[in-house]
């Protein structure tokens, strides 16, 4: 048996990441606060003074972190070699190559705003390509949901989408979505089959490796030993880098390529409201309108998916 069909075999999974039914209905509602909470910390960590260094740090905390774990519970490593490439390239689309595109697009002066609503193309991008590779099949109201999902983030961010930025930004962005889409197809392809502890490990590893080049070239490896710099490294390390893409990877794991990553809908709308007493920032009637919209297109893809 290839690589490949090894990694198309979905009764490969690791057994110890079986979830019951109750915990898979709770998924949902756990990943999208976690993957919203790294825009608030990482709001934190920049307010502070850390720039691109707290991504490269963060992967390195993370990738110790989990690798001890890993090492520990004694987890499986991969017997292919060419998985580990596989797992490498994973690692710097969906970490690298997003969170550096959207690092580098927003010090060209694009707006947090619109860079947020450009990722959010990302489910449409995902879903479109995944029928064809993977042979899935969305309904025409799944589709449609993933439009109103769309449309309800474009909503949430109307009164913050302004205009003005150097085209290099705006490229820049385009690249981060594109990471962050290469990445999740490529993950769903290659990665069915690798225990998640040691799969993850491995990618950010690759995320380590070509983020800190990147740091040491742009601003330097030093951040701040503030309280809000290193709880910012250590929520980031370990509640996106490692909860956050694990739970993404059981999403992909069990139902659509475009299914799962619908959530990201709901992540601007939801970062909006808990920064309100977070960070002190005010919300507006157009987040309310936009989260409601965009709930009902995530509730039209994910119902039509597990009937």
Known sequence: MTAAQECREPRAAPRTWTIGRS?????????????????LAGTIGARSGASLALVAWRFLAAFAVLGTVALVTRAPWPK?????AHLLVTGVLLQTVQLGGVFFGLGHGV????????????????????????SERLTGRQWAGLALGLAGVVVCL????SGGAAGAGYAYTGLALAGLAAGTLYQKRFGGSVDLRTGTTVQLLGATLTTFPLAMAHGGLRIPLTTQA??????????????????????????????????????????????????GQDITASVILGMAISGAGVLLVLTRARS
């Open 111 to 134: 707006p947090a705003g619109l860079s947020s609503l450009i990722l959010s193309a990302c489910p449409l991008i995902v879903a479109a390509v995944a029928v064809p590779m993977f």
């Open 230 to 279: 290193l709880g910012s490294l250590a929520w980031l390390a370990i509640v996106n880098s490692i909860g956050a893409l694990i739970l993404l990877f059981v999403l992909l794991r069990r139902g659509t390529g475009g299914a799962a990553t619908s959530l990201l809908y709901l992540v601007p709308p939801v970062t909006a409201v808990l920064a309100v007493p977070i960070l």
């Open 158 to 161: 109307s009164e913050n989408l």
């Open 80 to 84: 292919d070699r060419r998985m580990y």
């Open 23 to 39: 915990a898979a209905a709770a998924l949902p509602v756990v990943f999208v606060p976690i993957w919203s909470s790294g825009y």
